[in-house]
């Protein structure tokens, strides 16, 4: 029997962190949502989560500032990027993860395709399970 991976939504609309952890607790992992991005260090250490998922523009704390306290802090989890914007700033957030030594993030645009969502999260556990 597998432990459920954890999964960490971080999101300044609630409702959009919240739809997230969600879709994760369905795929099977134990999931947990905040809306204020200041505290996310605080939260990472405490809950371990194998998984991010962070919106890219948010008060206080962007994703990629986001991505340098992780990296400080040696996470070694994967991560999701979603977010509103277009194609290419998703990208560039993306890279921004990898230049930082982060792991490469899935992307998604908003508003979620909950099935694409879905089979993210589920490649993600295979993934985890294998390693």
Do not use: W
């Not at 134990?30 to 939260?43: H, K």
């Not at 977010?83 to 030594?101: E, I, K, M, N, P």
Request: charge should be negative; hydrophobic fraction near 55%.
């Amino acid at each position: 029997m597998f432990t459920a991976l954890k999964l960490l939504a971080v999101d300044d609309d609630a409702a959009s962190a919240e739809l997230i952890v969600r879709v994760a607790e369905r795929c099977g992992f134990e999931a947990f949502a905040t809306s204020d991005p200041r505290g996310v260090i605080n939260l990472v250490n405490a809950l371990k989560p194998d998984l991010i998922a962070v919106d890219i523009s948010m008060p206080h704390l962007d994703a990629v500032d986001l991505f340098k306290l992780l990296a400080q802090n040696n996470y070694a989890g994967r991560l999701i990027v979603v977010s509103g914007q277009d194609h290419t700033v998703l990208g560039l957030t993306a890279r921004a993860a990898v230049a930082l030594g982060l792991s490469e993030p899935a992307v998604h645009q908003k508003p979620l395709v909950f099935a694409d969502l879905r089979a993210t999260l589920l490649g993600m556990t295979q993934l985890a399970r294998a390693s």
